[in-house]
Every structure is written in structure tokens, then in C-alpha cells.
């Protein structure tokens, strides 16, 4: 089935400073990924998402790039904010099977320093 | 707000006990989802409904159980729970099924379960 690993677990970086958050995958059928942002307390915030005819997507900050041949994803912010400082979750679709639609990578808490 | 609305936020109950969580959709979602999240660990899929059926199962326990109602709304039942059963439930909608490009998922804001 398929599995996602996601590195680093923490990631501390000066504001304005960027972020880069990278993600694995084994299912190569595997064809949507989303990012997902988790502040203290709250249920997971869809950021930004990847479809597997798709390289890249941008939104003002953030930026997603996927790598299929290297089956890799990876999920960029620039000029980070303090309000930024969460913990990001990657997350892929395997195509077919029983594991359900998303399986997520273990998180990476990103802290941005003043 | 994300559109899917979970209740209770907060629950508090003694090992043994069952309860039940439950799960509102967003308008015209057709998928559900449920994830469980322990301290300090990341999401753990635990079962999708889509239009009322099954549709995949995790790695739920056997004391656990869900459904989703004509309504679309569903219901994630805990039974016999034991102190190891505390952790967050979420809940997630998403208008179809993920994998045959169907929407993006949205999650609610979780069941605080604890257990003691």
C-alpha cells in the first residue's frame, strides 16, 4: 500500500527566511497531493494541493512541486510570517485499493522566529 | 470555517464506556472520512463512507464503528473504550471520491476525546 514520508519532523527559520518541506511516496499510481496546515487546537487546513498532470502550482507564498519519475513532492513557502509557524502534513491519494482517500506523511512543525 | 461541523468538541468518559461522535458534511459532499490523531502522532485513517456505503477501511478497531445516514451526516461509534483511545477524531468531506478527481477534502474542527 501506499506509504508517505515527510522530512524534517521540525523545521525553525527566521522570518522572512524561506521553508521547504519535502515528501515521498511509494505508489506510483498515486495522483493528487494536498498540504495541509494544523495551527494548535484545530482541525487540518487544505493550503494548497498538486494533481499528477501538474509540476507545479503556486498561491502568493506557498508553492508545491511534484517529482513523479522521483515520486516526491515538496511544499515551498517564501518570506515566512510568524503566523506561518504550524505543523504541515503532506498527504497522497493512491489510485484503486482500500486505504482510503489520503494518507498522510507524520508532520513537520515549523516554528518562524521574529 | 471549513463547512464540516463535528460535536461534541470535547468529550470526557470512563474506560468501558461507548460514545459516539458525530460528523456534518459540507453542503452537497457526498465522502466522508475519519481520522484519528493521538499525541504528538500524526493522521491515522480510520474509515470513508461515500453516499452512504463503505468505501475503505484503516486501521480501525473492532470496538470502533461507523456509518453514514441518508442524510449524508455520519456517526463514528467508540465502545469498551481504554485510556489508549484518547486522542482527537476528526472528521473530513470531500464532494466525491478524492482519487477520481473528486474535489478537494475539508476537515472540521475534531472531537477531543479523553478517556480515564
Known amino acids: 500500500g501506499e506509504n508517505v514520508e515527510q522530512h524534517p519532523s521540525t523545521l525553525s527559520v527566521q522570518e522572512g527566511d524561506s521553508a521547504v518541506i519535502k515528501c515521498t511516496y511509494s505508489d506510483s499510481a498515486s495522483n493528487y497531493f494536498p498540504w495541509y496546515k494544523q495551527e494548535l487546537g484545530k482541525g487540518p487546513q487544505l493550503i494548497i494541493d498538486?494533481?499528477?498532470?501538474?509540476g507545479e502550482k503556486k498561491d502568493q507564498r506557498i508553492a508545491v512541486t511534484l517529482n513523479k519519475t522521483a515520486k516526491h513532492f515538496s511544499l515551498h513557502i517564501t518570506e515566512t510570517q510568524p503566523e506561518d509557524s504550524a505543523v504541515y502534513f503532506c498527504?497522497?491519494?493512491?489510485?484503486?485499493?482500500?486505504?482510503?482517500?489520503?494518507?498522510f506523511g507524520k508532520g513537520t512543525k515549523l516554528s518562524v522566529k521574529p | 470555517d471549513s463547512g464540516v461541523t463535528q460535536t461534541p468538541k470535547h468529550l470526557i468518559t470512563a474506560t468501558g464506556q461507548r460514545v459516539t461522535l458525530r460528523c456534518s458534511p459540507r453542503s452537497g459532499d457526498l465522502s466522508v472520512y475519519w481520522y484519528q490523531q493521538s499525541l504528538d502522532q500524526g493522521l491515522q485513517f480510520l474509515i470513508q463512507?461515500?453516499?452512504?456505503?463503505?468505501?475503505a477501511k484503516g486501521n480501525i478497531l473492532e470496538r470502533f464503528s461507523a456509518q453514514q445516514f441518508p442524510d449524508l451526516h455520519s456517526e463514528l461509534n467508540l465502545s469498551s473504550l481504554e485510556l489508549g483511545d484518547s486522542a482527537l477524531y476528526f472528521c473530513?468531506?470531500?464532494?466525491?471520491?478524492?482519487?477520481?478527481?473528486?474535489?478537494?477534502?475539508?476537515f472540521g474542527q475534531g472531537t477531543r476525546l479523553t478517556v480515564v
Open positions: 473530513a468531506s470531500s464532494p466525491r471520491d478524492l482519487r477520481d478527481r473528486g474535489g478537494e477534502a475539508f
Open positions: 498538486i494533481r499528477s498532470n501538474v
Open positions: 498527504a497522497a491519494t493512491p489510485r484503486g485499493g482500500s486505504q482510503g482517500n489520503l494518507i
Open positions: 463512507y461515500y453516499n452512504g456505503e463503505e468505501r
